[in-house]
């Protein structure tokens, strides 16, 4: 998958770019595959962490050291069309109060199984909160993957990922200022492809977890997300009866995004007691 990836960003129309590849120590054939590449094209740097620091400390690492005017993540084992860069520094051109550009968006499940697209597209509402509401409960979190001014995601991954240091639903807490200030432009003129079957790598999200860990990772993340939510509302300004209404959202966004609850939560602990019990 990492080849796939590698040619789907190489075969670009636009070619005006640098990939700096962060081997998270891996432990399988990615670094002959990276320097395979990078004797092939100069464009690419590879850097090698000496141990593995955890998907979200390596995707710091990547957008604090970037010095470009635009920057963006790749994972591994996903692709896109092969315009998607030129497209969506178009739509940045164009668009100069927005941050970040979103592409049409499908997630590949399997070999033959997909999802259907997803387009980031204006909602037509009068009201800026309904229209905000509406844009929370909408959007697909592989929008993360799209095109953003370097300067605008340093200051936002500075301030969120300090408040919320967990890969688990981060994307979302990422996402979230950028919407706020409805400073996000979609484009449906290219397409981003999230694959979600590749193996799992080391202890990775996508990994199995018990019913014990589960219940201990919500207990721990649903206070963190509630305070960096409140934190980024009310950072924004907005008039008092629009900010209350926003922060009235937390608990539903946050069950929609992290999947928790406390009465979630209460509900695990009984699964888990019944268990024990039968």
């Not at 962490?49 to 963006?72: D, K």
């Not at 009201?127 to 979190?141: A, N, T």
């Amino acid at each position: 998958m990492l080849r796939e990836c590698l040619d789907s960003l190489l075969a670009q129309t636009y070619q005006d770019f640098i990939i700096v590849i962060a081997d998270n120590a891996s432990t399988d054939e990615t670094p002959d595959i990276c320097a395979e590449y990078a004797a092939k094209d100069s464009r690419i740097e590879v850097i090698r962490q000496e141990e593995n620091i955890g998907s979200l400390p390596n995707f710091e690492f990547l957008v604090r050291r970037a010095n470009t005017e635009m920057f963006m993540w790749r994972a591994d084992d996903d692709y896109s069309d092969e315009n998607f860069i030129e497209e969506l520094i178009g739509s940045l051109d164009d668009n100069p109060d927005a941050i970040l550009a979103i592409p049409r968006i499908i997630t590949r499940r399997s070999i033959i199984e997909y999802t259907e697209e997803s387009v980031f597209g204006i909602i037509e509402e009068s009201d800026f909160v309904d229209g905000l509401i509406k844009r929370f409960y909408s959007y697909h979190v592989s929008a993360f993957y799209g095109l953003w001014r370097t300067a605008a995601i340093q200051d936002i991954v500075k301030r969120v990922w300090t408040a919320y240091p967990e890969a688990y639903a981060g994307d979302h807490l990422t996402l979230l200022p950028v919407f706020l200030k409805d400073a996000a432009i979609g484009n449906d003129r290219t397409l981003f492809v999230q694959r979600t079957y590749s193996p799992v790598k080391g202890n990775g999200l996508r990994g199995e977890r018990t019913l014990s860990n589960r219940i201990a990772m919500l207990e721990h993340l649903m206070p963190l997300f509630y305070a960096c939510y409140d934190a980024e509302v009310k950072a924004c300004g907005f008039p008092t009866d629009q900010e209350r209404r926003i922060l009235a959202q937390r608990k539903r966004f946050t069950y929609h995004k992290l999947r928790a609850s406390p009465w979630r939560i209460f509900r695990l602990k009984i699964k888990k007691m019944v268990g024990k019990k039968f």
